[in-house]
């Protein structure tokens, strides 16, 4: 196992607590450095010859409105959320296409189905991403790759408190939704899951997944919500 984040005394940490910490390997990058994705993917592909299954799970949220972010705030965010993965993806395919094997589950966001107020870097990116993993699935899905959506709601991590405002700094404030969400370890446990069975896509939500079928079956009433809906 390959545990990877920009915060090696954190992964030291979460090593530690693993059954087997000797069978686990620790590899930090940034997933805003493309130069620290490609030495991180280079070392793991030189150590351990393949990757069976890549979780794209990092990823920095938003508090601020479209009229008020500057465009190097939506780059930052398209780079962590959208290109790192598809770097990332790209690194260890080959790898997983000679072996006819290979499992890559991305973490989404259940804005990746639909806008948001305040998230319109983070929407993007979560839309982006939904198009990439399934073209990816399309593609190579008759060579053995099989590929995992997840679309997460409310979920009790530090999200909010990274998430960018418009000036790049951190909002530095936990929503009172995402306090009281799923925890990480029902959320970590579902994913589990879902890749078990090869999900092609899963939500992991409470009531903020009815917003995907009010979209999908009655627009009307979708829109209409969306246009009240408090942000955090």
Do not use: W
């Not at 072996?99 to 319109?120: N, Y």
């Not at 009531?207 to 209409?224: E, N, S, T």
Request: glycine share 6%; net charge positive; hydrophobic share 40%.
């Amino acid at each position: 196992m390959v545990l990877s984040s920009r915060n090696r005394a954190e992964l030291e940490r979460v090593r530690n607590l693993c059954a087997d910490p000797g069978k686990c390997h620790v590899e930090c990058l940034d997933l805003a450095d493309p130069q620290s994705l490609e030495t991180a993917s280079r070392n793991v592909l030189e150590k351990f010859g393949h990757v069976d299954v890549l979780v794209n799970n990092g990823g920095i949220s938003q508090r601020s409105l479209v009229v008020e972010t500057p465009l190097e705030v939506d780059r930052k965010i398209m780079q962590v959320d959208y290109l790192s993965g598809v770097q990332l993806v790209k690194a260890v395919l080959p790898s997983m296409l000679a072996r006819k094997k290979g499992h890559v589950v991305a973490v989404s966001s259940i804005v990746g189905v639909f806008g948001f107020p305040q998230r319109s870097a983070y929407s993007a990116a979560k839309h982006a991403m939904h198009g990439f993993y399934e073209t990816l699935r399309a593609e190579n899905g008759s060579d053995g790759i099989k590929v995992t959506v997840v679309c997460p709601g409310r979920i009790l991590t530090n999200v909010s408190l990274h998430a960018l405002k418009a000036d790049g700094s951190e909002y530095g404030v936990m929503d009172h939704a995402q306090a009281n969400g799923i925890s990480a370890e029902e959320c970590a446990r579902r994913i589990m899951r879902a890749v078990e069975r090869n999900k092609k896509e899963t939500y992991v939500c409470r009531m903020d997944v009815l917003m995907v079928y009010f979209r999908r079956y009655v627009p009307a009433l979708y829109y209409k919500l969306a246009s009240k809906v408090k942000p955090n």
